[in-house]
Nanobody, 114 residues
Framework: VQLQASGGGLVQAGESLRLSCTAS??????MAWYRQAPGKERELVAR???????VYAESVKGRFSISTINAKNTVTLRMDDLESEDTAVYYC???????????WGQGTLVTVSS
């Protein structure tokens, strides 16, 4: 599975940004976005399952929205009301059914200035 991410950039606090990622391959059961801020561990931001069930980190609930187009293995992360604490490198990932192994895309930098 190979993933190609796009989006990211520099925005001011309170603004919005959208990240997109497309995965090649088959048998994908969920796609997700993680992020890693400087000096911190990588953390899950949101995961979307093919069942359309989604899970979010507490810190982004109500501000971020994840969506997928299952037929195209595409995941989008809509980020609203961005905060400086959201500054990080964002990574998309995909998992195949029956596996907990993540396939990773290249990171994309999101910088939120206050």
């Amino acid at each position: 599975v190979q993933l190609q991410a796009s989006g990211g950039g520099l925005v001011q606090a309170g603004e919005s940004l959208r990240l997109s990622c497309t995965a090649s391959g088959s048998g994908i059961s969920s796609m997700a976005w993680y992020r890693q801020a400087p000096g911190k561990e990588r953390e899950l931001v949101a995961r979307r399952f093919t069942s359309r069930h989604s899970v979010y980190a507490e810190s982004v609930k109500g501000r971020f929205s994840i969506s997928t187009i299952n037929a195209k293995n595409t995941v989008t992360l809509r980020m609203d009301d961005l905060e400086s604490e959201d500054t990080a490198v964002y990574y998309c990932s995909a998992r195949r059914a029956g596996s907990s192994m993540d396939y990773w895309g290249q990171g994309t930098l999101v910088t939120v200035s206050s």
